[in-house]
Structures are given as structure tokens and as C-alpha cells.
């Protein structure tokens, strides 16, 4: 393998085009979108392996991921930083698979219900991004800007990176299992906060305060199946109601922006050879709400998959 083209600019695509260039190829992004124009740019992008199974190999690359994104927190331009947190549990028997991935945990407590506390790395998105893709193209890199319709479409190389979340499975032509998680977030100005919390079993709904330098990320919804990218305001009431009952001083703080996302949803996360097509193609797609938390971890199978320079 020399030239890989790789189909997508979100924070899967850049890892995967880091590493392949890393690991010695010549490496061509192509995507109609900046990753902070497209879903990655809405995440709260805090650790953890939501809306995806905890398999072996989904843990396995989260743990990878934790400890690079733990390396690159100390260094202030990436906009990583370990921050300490809850994840809540209304479940009598939780699954705590997740833990493994994660250096030390212990119980806790928050408002009566019971959860785990650790630290885990939390990505400052836009400027987590904008290093990201300067770091790509500092290593030659090149990125285009097009829409890809189909494989046949791209320009020549060796080899084919499918990493273009939701549309990458209309790409492939052989997946019937992707779909959209629809996600909805509001962010509110930062009273002092610096711990995460999350509450994904709140009977009122998916619920998480993540405290960002200059503001709070607050949600949030887990809409399978909807396509609808519209701010909805009585969604957005629901979240600042729940998120101001988890945490008192988020009340009254003001609204600084809002977003929608279609997370990309699929029974499995697919990271594999793609039989069928006219050059080695594969397949690196359906993280769910997990892009971030697996994102050096399966770019480094892709990496590996597709083998030396």
C-alpha cells in the first residue's frame, strides 16, 4: 500500500488519516464538510463508550484512546484535559464493563443516586479539531473539499478508508444496519463548574452536565431513527429542567448557543475489509455517541488492517 484515500474529515477520518500517515502512507482526505461544521463539532466529547456495545474490541479501543488523549491533555494547544466525574447508575445490577478501559474508579453518590467517580478526558471540540486536522496536514496530508457520492467517484489511490459516519454505510452499499441517534444539546455559560456528570437512566430522559472552559455543554436526547436536525425548543426545555434538578447552579445561567447532531448509530461498530470493490476498501464507522472515546484506538486498527507503506 502507498496512496489511501480517506473518506470523511470528522475526529474518526483525522485519526485515521494521522495514523495511516504516520505509519508511512501517502494520504488524501476527502469530505464536504470541516469535522467542526459536522456531528463532532456538536459532541460534548467527554470519555466514554455511549451509545455503542461494550464488546472486547469496543473496550479495547477506548482504552487505547484514553491513553493518548491522557498524553496529549498535557499539552495545552490540543484542548484535552483530564477532568474528574460521575457517571450515575438508577439500575440495580449497571453494566460496568466500561471501567476496565480506565485506570481507577471508585463509588459514589450524587442527589441520592448511587454512580462511579473517575477521571477521564474531556476534548475542548473546536480547538481539539482545528490541532487535530493541523496536525494531519503538517504531515502531508492533503484534504479536499467534495462530496462523495459514490467510491467510484474518488480519485486513484491504492486503498479506501470509508469514515464518513452515517453516509458511510449508502457508500459501501452492503450495510442495512446504520442509523441515526438524533442528538440535541444547549450550551449555558460556565458558573464555575469543573466536574462532569451523567445520568443516561434519568426516567425524564438522557441527561449529562459537562463543564468546558467557557461553557457547559448540557443534554441531552438519544433519538433513534430520527433524520430531523431542527433545534427543538420544548426538547431544550426539557434538558435545562433536568439538568438545573442534577445541578442547582446551572439555574438561570445563560443560554450561549444550542446544536443538533445524528450520532451514527449501528447495531455494531464496523471496522473491517469490505470485500467487493475494485482496490482494498475498509470500513471504519457506527461509534455511535463514542467517536471521540474510540477514535485513536480504531485508527489504529485501521492502521493495522491496512498494513506498512
Given at each position: 500500500?502507498?496512496?489511501?484515500?480517506?473518506?470523511?474529515?470528522?475526529?474518526?477520518?483525522?485519526?485515521?488519516?494521522?495514523?495511516?500517515?504516520?505509519?508511512?502512507?501517502?494520504?488524501?482526505?476527502?469530505?464536504?464538510?470541516?469535522?467542526?461544521?459536522?456531528?463532532?463539532?456538536?459532541?460534548?466529547?467527554?470519555?466514554?463508550?455511549?451509545?455503542?456495545?461494550?464488546?472486547?474490541?469496543?473496550?479495547?479501543?477506548?482504552?487505547?484512546?484514553?491513553?493518548?488523549?491522557?498524553?496529549?491533555?498535557?499539552?495545552?494547544?490540543?484542548?484535552?484535559?483530564?477532568?474528574?466525574?460521575?457517571?450515575?447508575?438508577?439500575?440495580?445490577?449497571?453494566?460496568?464493563?466500561?471501567?476496565?478501559?480506565?485506570?481507577?474508579?471508585?463509588?459514589?453518590?450524587?442527589?441520592?443516586?448511587?454512580?462511579?467517580?473517575?477521571?477521564?478526558?474531556?476534548?475542548?471540540?473546536?480547538?481539539?479539531?482545528?490541532?487535530?486536522?493541523?496536525?494531519?496536514?503538517?504531515?502531508?496530508?492533503?484534504?479536499?473539499?467534495?462530496?462523495?457520492?459514490?467510491?467510484?467517484?474518488?480519485?486513484?489511490?491504492?486503498?479506501?478508508?470509508?469514515?464518513?459516519?452515517?453516509?458511510?454505510?449508502?457508500?459501501?452499499?452492503?450495510?442495512?444496519?446504520?442509523?441515526?441517534?438524533?442528538?440535541?444539546?444547549?450550551?449555558?455559560?460556565?458558573?464555575?463548574?469543573?466536574?462532569?456528570?451523567?445520568?443516561?437512566?434519568?426516567?425524564?430522559?438522557?441527561?449529562?452536565?459537562?463543564?468546558?472552559?467557557d461553557d457547559v455543554v448540557c443534554g441531552g436526547t438519544g433519538e433513534i431513527g430520527s433524520w430531523d436536525e431542527r433545534i427543538d425548543p420544548d426538547i431544550e426545555a426539557g434538558i435545562l429542567r433536568r439538568v438545573t434538578a442534577l445541578v442547582p447552579e446551572l439555574a438561570g445561567?445563560?443560554?450561549?448557543?444550542?446544536?443538533?447532531?445524528?450520532?451514527?448509530?449501528?447495531?455494531?461498530?464496523?471496522?473491517?475489509?469490505?470485500?467487493?470493490?475494485?482496490?482494498?476498501?475498509?470500513?471504519?464507522?457506527?461509534?455511535?455517541?463514542?467517536?471521540?472515546?474510540?477514535?485513536?484506538?480504531?485508527?489504529?486498527?485501521?492502521?493495522?488492517?491496512?498494513?506498512?507503506?
Open positions: 500500500m502507498g496512496s489511501v484515500t480517506v473518506v470523511g474529515a470528522g475526529v474518526i477520518g483525522l485519526s485515521v488519516a494521522y495514523e495511516l500517515a504516520v505509519a508511512g502512507h501517502e494520504v488524501r482526505i476527502v469530505a464536504d464538510r470541516e469535522a467542526v461544521d459536522g456531528v463532532s463539532g456538536v459532541a460534548a466529547a467527554i470519555w466514554f463508550p455511549h451509545d455503542v456495545d461494550h464488546s472486547p474490541s469496543v473496550l479495547d479501543a477506548a482504552a487505547v484512546t484514553y491513553r493518548r488523549l491522557e498524553e496529549l491533555a498535557g499539552n495545552p494547544s490540543t484542548g484535552v484535559h483530564m477532568r474528574p466525574g460521575t457517571v450515575l447508575s438508577r439500575h440495580p445490577d449497571p453494566d460496568t464493563g466500561w471501567t476496565r478501559a480506565v485506570p481507577h474508579t471508585e463509588p459514589a453518590e450524587w442527589a441520592g443516586t448511587t454512580g462511579i467517580r473517575c477521571v477521564v478526558p474531556l476534548v475542548e471540540t473546536s480547538t481539539y479539531l482545528t490541532w487535530l486536522r493541523a496536525a494531519v496536514l503538517s504531515l502531508g496530508v492533503a484534504a479536499d473539499r467534495a462530496e462523495v457520492t459514490s467510491l467510484a467517484d474518488l480519485p486513484p489511490s491504492d486503498a479506501v478508508v470509508v469514515a464518513a459516519g452515517l453516509r458511510s454505510a449508502a457508500l459501501l452499499g452492503d450495510d442495512q444496519a446504520c442509523f441515526p441517534i438524533r442528538g440535541q444539546v444547549v450550551r449555558l455559560a460556565n458558573p464555575g463548574l469543573t466536574e462532569w456528570i451523567t445520568d443516561s437512566d434519568n426516567p425524564d430522559g438522557l441527561t449529562y452536565v459537562v463543564p468546558r472552559r445561567q445563560p443560554v450561549l448557543s444550542r446544536a443538533t447532531g445524528l450520532r451514527p448509530g449501528r447495531a455494531g461498530v464496523r471496522v473491517e475489509a469490505v470485500a467487493g470493490h475494485d482496490r482494498p476498501v475498509y470500513a471504519c464507522y457506527g461509534h455511535g455517541g463514542a467517536g471521540f472515546t474510540l477514535s485513536w484506538g480504531d485508527a489504529a486498527r485501521i492502521a493495522t488492517l491496512v498494513g506498512p507503506a
